[in-house]
């Protein structure tokens, strides 16, 4: 099943290429549930910025971790994000 998801950037690794601010955030409505080897795409619910693409999605994510605090975090082939689930 599929969550609605605010998602924040929280680290690049040094010197991949950079897309997005670290601290920026995105939220929307999951394509798939975060999946190691397979990119993380969810479909934006609210646009932070007028050019933003309908659809956000990482590179191919490596590893899925869940934190001790319950927090879900996504780790790509260049950044680290936070995803927290906001709704059904």
């Given at each position: 099943?599929?969550?609605?998801?605010?998602?924040?950037?929280?680290?690049t690794?040094?010197?991949?290429?950079?897309?997005?601010?670290?601290g920026?955030?995105?939220?929307g409505?999951?394509?798939?549930?975060?999946?190691?080897?397979?990119?993380?795409?969810?479909r934006?619910?609210v646009?932070?910025?007028?050019?933003?693409p309908?659809?956000?999605?990482?590179?191919?994510?490596?590893?899925?971790?869940?934190?001790?605090?319950?927090?879900?975090?996504?780790l790509?082939?260049?950044?680290?994000?936070?995803?927290?689930?906001?709704?059904?």
């Amino acid at each position: 099943m599929t969550e609605r998801v605010r998602i924040q950037k929280v680290a690049t690794r040094d010197g991949r290429p950079v897309n997005l601010d670290d601290g920026h955030v995105v939220e929307g409505d999951e394509l798939a549930e975060p999946t190691p080897g397979q990119p993380y795409a969810i479909r934006r619910s609210v646009v932070e910025h007028r050019d933003a693409p309908d659809v956000f999605a990482t590179s191919p994510v490596r590893a899925v971790i869940t934190e001790k605090g319950g927090a879900i975090v996504v780790l790509t082939d260049n950044s680290r994000y936070r995803v927290e689930v906001v709704g059904r």
